[in-house]
């Protein structure tokens, strides 16, 4: 008997909700404001096994076998870089956004640029430190990069277990 999470935009606020079977497609209304149908979020654990939930993977801004793959294969070879090189740590990020399909915010990638042209990191973050500080490191494809300023808090979560 599962318990699945909705998230709310309108009231910023998770809520988790009972079913008495595996329902990969009932989306609920607000439990608070009554008029919006919730969207399905991914829960913080996973469950290994044959049992697939497609719906939840279409919600997801990337795709999760790239990133599993992409995170293996940066934690291979984080481990083989040479930390006085930044060329190779430029190197390493250059990779993870290729097998990712994540691109990386303006900031960044003037940082990496002067990485990949062997600049030192700490000089770099000493000039630029404000500027990265303010902006997503990451953007997603087909998005445009924003500071942080403009994001939404973090969602609140309703601790109450609802019926779906």
């Known amino acids: 008997m599962p318990i699945y999470e ?8 998770i809520f988790n909700f009972f079913s008495k079977s595996v329902n990969t ?8 404001c009554k008029t919006r149908t919730l ?3 991914m829960s913080a654990f996973a469950v290994t096994g044959k049992a697939s ?5 279409d919600d997801l ?15 291979g070879e984080a481990d083989k870089i040479n930390e006085d090189d930044p060329r190779q740590a430029a190197d390493l990020m250059r990779k993870l956004t290729d097998m990712t399909g994540l691109e990386l915010g303006a900031g960044m990638q003037e940082a990496l640029k002067r990485m990949e042209a062997g600049e030192d990191p700490d000089a770099i973050e000493a000039e630029m430190g404000d500027l990265l500080e ?10 445009k990069a924003g500071a942080k300023s403009a994001r939404r808090p ?4 309703d601790e109450t277990l609802y019926d779906l």
Do not use: H, I, W
């Open 61 to 75: 801004p990337f795709d999760e076998g790239k990133m599993g793959k992409a995170m293996q294969m940066l934690a």
């Open 154 to 157: 973090a969602p609140k979560r």
């Open 53 to 57: 939930e497609n719906e939840d993977m």
């Open 39 to 41: 969207s399905r979020q």
């Open 25 to 32: 497609t009932k989306k609920p209304k607000c439990p608070k």
């Open 6 to 13: 909705f998230y709310c935009q309108d009231c910023n606020t």
């Open 134 to 143: 303010d902006e997503e490191p990451f953007v997603l494809p087909g998005k």
